[in-house]
């Protein structure tokens, strides 16, 4: 007799998907719903842009366990590195974000397409040099408008 297998099954000891809708209903309730969709990229995107420093380790920590690409781009060909880049959200917290999102290999649009664009890389220098990222420090989510 065949078992019958979940397509998507949860991994780990109470599975990863489980853990991390766990931990977004405890500090990220406002991306519940796409936690439970499995919607990783997006989140992630989402993260970048308000520089949210603690949901982007979260999810770095997890990529090898859940489908979650750092270069997938939004409709307007934003990556999660160019929402960080452009965003005015948590400015304190911006250069965290940037620096653990290219450190984890994220690329912009441009790079991406390809294009040469001198401002993406100055602005880089400008906002990772000399900085040195602690990985417990802990930052919160940053609060919606």
């Known amino acids: 007799?065949?078992?019958?297998?979940?397509?998507?099954?949860?991994?780990?000891?109470?599975?990863?998907?489980?853990?991390?809708?766990?931990?977004?209903?405890?500090?990220?309730?406002?991306?519940?719903p796409l936690f439970k969709q499995r919607e990783y990229s997006l989140i992630f995107r989402k993260a970048a842009c308000e520089c949210?420093?603690?949901?982007?380790?979260?999810?770095?920590?997890?990529?090898?366990?859940?489908?979650l690409d750092l270069n997938a781009t939004s409709s307007n060909g934003n990556t999660a590195l160019d929402w960080a880049f452009e965003s005015s959200d948590n400015p304190g917290h911006r250069?965290?974000?940037?620096?653990?999102?290219?450190?984890?290999?994220?690329?912009?649009?441009?790079?991406?397409?390809g294009v040469n664009e001198s401002s993406d890389e100055?602005?880089?220098?400008?906002?990772t040099d000399g900085v040195d990222i602690e990985e417990d420090v802990l930052i919160l989510p940053c609060s919606m408008l």
Do not use: W
């Open 122 to 127: 100055a602005l880089s220098d400008e906002l």
């Open 52 to 67: 949210n420093a603690e949901l982007i380790k979260l999810l770095l920590k997890c990529s090898a366990l859940i489908d």
């Open 1 to 32: 007799m065949q078992r019958q297998t979940d397509v998507n099954p949860p991994l780990g000891i109470f599975g990863i998907h489980d853990t991390l809708e766990h931990i977004a209903s405890k500090n990220h309730t406002y991306y519940l």
């Open 95 to 113: 250069t965290v974000v940037v620096t653990l999102l290219m450190d984890a290999g994220a690329k912009t649009g441009n790079e991406l397409r």
